[in-house]
């Protein structure tokens, strides 16, 4: 770990910018989500709580590319690892984007538009918690998924840097699922407990 240490420059300003960016994302997505929950001023704004969600997953994709971005320019910006520069350690960082692209991908097939981005707290429930594949082999796909294609981008780059950050990305969402978790397994519980009152 130190001699990874000793290849990152953590003040220069691209690190900096991909460091908060990381951080900011789901503390974005979580402050917004909770206080629509609470309020509905979103829904009630854009008139429609299908418009709302749209419109905050359409800033949290721009958010997510921005980090991306971010992440690149910060891996590029300093320096390549000798011993991570090499055939067989690529070879792993693109099986790492495969592996998270189709995690990502099939987590967004089975939840649709609206349960990707936090449609749950604007109101718009599935009939119940999904559980097909990936969730049927793991909770939280879309985050690990994510985690995986940053690693393997780092991994592809020789970057030192990059495997720093996505570890930062790993801390960040599963600092976001201690919030999130709970929320979506009360909701679901609400839900279930509304039915069974109706029956």
């Known amino acids: ?49 299908y418009l709302a969600c749209y419109t905050l997953g359409g800033a949290i994709l721009l958010l997510n590319a921005l980090r991306s971005h971010c992440f690149t320019q910060a891996m590029l910006r300093q320096p390549r690892m000798e011993a991570l520069d090499n055939a067989a350690v690529h070879r792993a960082g693109l099986s790492l984007l495969g592996v998270g692209t189709v995690l990502v991908l ?14 749950d707290y604007f109101g718009i429930l599935k009939e119940e918690r999904v559980t097909t594949f990936p969730f049927s082999v793991l909770d939280n796909p879309m985050y690990w998924g994510s985690t995986a294609n940053y690693l393997g981008w780092a991994l592809v780059h020789a970057s030192p840097t990059g495997l720093l950050l996505t570890a930062v990305v790993a801390l960040a969402y599963v600092v976001a699922l201690q919030f999130e978790e709970p929320f979506t397994a009360e909701i679901y519980r609400q839900k279930a407990a509304r039915a069974r009152r109706r029956s």
Do not use: K
């Open 1 to 49: 770990m130190t001699r990874l240490l000793g290849y990152v420059d953590p003040w220069e300003p691209s690190f900096v910018a991909a460091v908060l960016t990381i951080a900011f994302n789901p503390l974005f997505w979580n402050v917004v989500a909770r206080w629509e929950q609470r309020t509905r001023r979103l829904s009630r704004a854009f008139g429609s709580p």
């Open 106 to 119: 099939s987590s967004s097939f089975a939840l649709g538009f609206t349960g990707t981005f936090l449609g």
